[in-house]
């Protein structure tokens, strides 16, 4: 782009800037902002998932690309007992997210969290429903029938080994809810998609 | 594996079988058959898409291993005015699927067609709902608010440039309804699977 062209460009924080360039330089650019234009993230509800990256690094970018083309407000990588994968660059993933944001015309960037302990994400406040996936043969809800349209719902999607039985159980007692996401049994990144669009769908029925 | 080895087949039809190896051969081997397990597909209704597969080979791969997790009953790549992709080797997506099926635990596989010309797809018939997902501004129904449990439905996803107005307008001539599946501009392997997810979560609900 040159001096003088137009460009719309967004704080990723729900607004749009109708810009004209004023310095055209590939590290750092000047704009004149003419028009901001709100467009709010599309849904009511606070939406949080937290997720052991699977090994394979293609799928967890695959999954946050998804995520933030559907709609997501945070992803927080987590470490559990049977993680095959015990490191993220969350860099890699903001590029894709913002990448597919700006690919879906949206203008809301959801928060990455860098890799967390596993006790430590389920330790966190939250305002809203806790859901815990897991394949345990114990109790548990059907999502699309346990969940309410706009409540917060904030998922922990566990490796591609499970959740250590410790682990659920921990959840449990810190008040997340056992559900299951269908009869099928879902590779983590499937999984993590699956749960998330639930929630979208049943918020869109009338 | 050894001859005398215990395994369980399945022939993509609905049914496991537990065996016993008796003849190992890496191309063809030969098994005695002690029990069948039926295990049905897991949904009643009959769920078929058409999509313009996309110019980057591994988003249809992405997208059929996603869809056979999930679940689906037949895939029908489609040429449209627009497509980017004009060939499509379905022998590489078929495996794609066994595989997802495996993975997943089906028994069930589902078809994939060779790629056909849209006009050909939409004269098919068809036993149920058909949706066509566009991006023009035309009155179209939400694709959660309109469908309704129970009901077969087949959908018709575009290319990354859209459906040609003139193609819409065949399909909504012989019989497809317009629909959007939300507010966020998705790429075409995330709207296809969007639409097949939107339609189990609806079957899912008490």
């Given at each position: 782009m040159r001096e003088g062209d137009k460009l719309t460009v967004t704080d990723g924080q729900g607004s749009f800037y109708e810009c004209t360039l004023l310095q055209a330089n590939p590290k750092q650019c000047l704009v004149d902002i003419q028009n901001c234009i709100e467009k709010p993230k599309g849904w009511g509800y606070n939406l949080r998932i937290a997720f052991a990256p699977t090994k394979q690094m293609e799928r967890n970018e695959w999954f946050v690309e998804k995520a933030v083309e559907i709609g997501i407000d945070r992803f927080t990588p987590m470490l559990c007992h049977?993680?095959?994968?015990?490191?993220?660059k969350t860099e890699r993933l903001e590029k894709i997210a913002v990448s597919a944001m700006k690919q879906s015309q949206r203008s809301y960037l959801p928060k990455i969290d860098e890799l967390s302990q596993f006790e430590k994400v389920i330790s966190e406040p939250f305002n809203g429903k806790k859901y815990i996936a897991h394949c345990y043969d114990l109790p548990k809800k059907q999502l699309a029938q346990h969940y309410k349209k706009d409540e917060n719902a904030f998922f922990l999607i566990g490796p591609e080994g499970d959740f250590s039985q410790e682990e659920v159980e921990k959840a449990i007692a810190t008040g997340f809810e056992p559900v299951t996401l269908g009869d099928s049994r879902l590779r983590t990144e499937t999984a993590c998609l699956v749960a998330i669009h639930t929630i979208h769908v049943i918020n869109s029925l009338s």
């Open positions: 049977y993680s095959e994968r015990r490191e993220v």
